[in-house]
């Protein structure tokens, strides 16, 4: 929507990168606050909170013509609802109600469902836009969303399924202080800061891949269906990537699963900067980048349920994804500026490559 949103309201492509990245920033941010409503009054208070809050910023989105009006409902109301709906606080609803040795699994079928969305929404949204306009296209997605508030209410109601755990952490979460101890000692484990660098690199990339890939089928000259379609690729490799990722995190070590699929995205981006600009090759190497992005989320994940246990779930990987979002922020801002600057994203490409290898070292150091 980036090319739409720009001529719509009129902002250039360094203003509208500020407000993507100020989205991203939201959206990482209110995970936690939203994870901790989720384990005090119940994770269908949240979920369906989100659910309003996305339909609201896709409603008023499209009336936005100014800097300040675009940040406030593109960068601020938008993303919170959608950080509301996010994977952590899903997965921290339906934990204690599935047997530990299918958590992987199901977190990894869960997590693909971010590439159903590519998959299904993509070339929908941009037929819409060609079609109607932004206004139309926004409106539209907003049908659907509210469509999921009765499965936001069904997904979060308490059954008779609940699985005690034996190994769960000590956590009372009417208790504010013992909230504040669950935080304090995540950070001072070391393997959930490994994590938290391995979170931030992926979170660089994939804002990247979201806010400026399409923007660079369009600068190489190629249509917004070619765009369109890549990213429905990119949908069915997330798919493939993030059922594969929870299934190996059951046969391997997490840490080595992660730290693999870190590994594999320098040399992927290294391959987009050496090879001719082909619409051939920018639709492999969006699917590549595809395959390895939402692999991260079940080891990561599954390696916080191991240290912390399922009760802590919502609340720290909410955190740990504010810091996945802050590399997002730096990439959606810096994209922008580096596109207006040289014309290229190499540079930030480049970039890319380096806080990959730095990834996947932080995740082969990881002694779980």
């Not at 250039?12 to 384990?39: D, K």
């Not at 306009?133 to 999921?148: A, C, D, E, K, Q």
């Not at 595809?290 to 240290?307: D, H, M, Q, R, Y």
């Not at 912390?308 to 997002?328: D, E, W």
Request: glycine share 12%.
């Amino acid at each position: 929507m980036l090319s739409s949103i720009i001529e719509h309201s009129g902002i250039p492509l360094t203003g509208v990168s500020f407000i993507f990245a100020v989205g991203q920033l939201v959206y990482g941010l209110v995970q936690p606050f939203f994870g901790i409503l989720a384990a005090k009054k119940g994770s269908k208070y949240a979920l369906a909170s989100g659910v309003i809050i996305i339909t609201i910023g896709l409603i008023l989105t499209p009336f936005s013509t100014s800097m300040l009006s675009l940040l406030l409902c593109l960068g601020i109301i938008l993303p919170t609802g959608a950080g509301v709906l996010s994977y952590g606080i899903i997965i921290g609803a339906i934990s204690p109600k599935i047997p530990p040795s299918m958590i992987l699994t199901i977190s990894g079928i869960i997590n693909a469902s971010i590439g159903l969305g590519n998959l299904v929404m993509s070339p929908v949204i941009n037929s819409l836009i060609t079609t109607g306009g932004l206004r139309y296209g926004l409106h539209f997605l907003s049908v659907p969303v509210l469509l999921t508030l009765p499965i936001a209410l069904l997904l979060g109601r308490k059954d008779k399924n609940t699985i005690l755990r034996t190994s769960e952490y000590p956590l009372e979460i009417s208790d504010p202080g013992n909230i504040k101890k669950l935080f304090t000692d995540a950070l001072r484990n070391k393997t959930y800061r490994l994590l938290v660098i391995g979170f931030f690199c992926c979170g660089f990339h994939m804002a990247l891949i979201n806010n400026h890939l399409p923007n660079l089928f369009l600068s190489e000259g190629f249509s917004s269906d070619s765009a369109a379609r890549a990213f429905s690729l990119y949908g069915i490799s997330t798919i493939i990537g993030s059922v594969s990722s929870g299934i190996l995190c059951n046969k391997f070590k997490m840490q080595k699963v992660l730290g693999v699929m870190y590994g594999l995205r320098p040399f992927t981006i290294l391959a987009l900067l050496l090879m001719p600009k082909t619409v051939l090759n920018l639709t492999v190497f969006t699917c590549l980048l595809g395959f390895t992005g939402a692999t991260t989320v079940p080891p990561v994940s599954g390696l916080i349920n191991k240290t912390f246990g399922t009760a802590s779930i919502s609340m720290l990987f909410g955190l740990i994804f504010f810091i996945h979002q802050v590399g997002g922020f730096t990439s959606a801002w810096l994209g922008g500026i580096c596109y207006e600057l040289t014309g290229a994203y190499t540079a930030i490409w480049a970039a890319g490559i380096l806080l990959g290898t730095t990834a996947c070292i932080a995740s082969f150091s990881i002694k779980s």
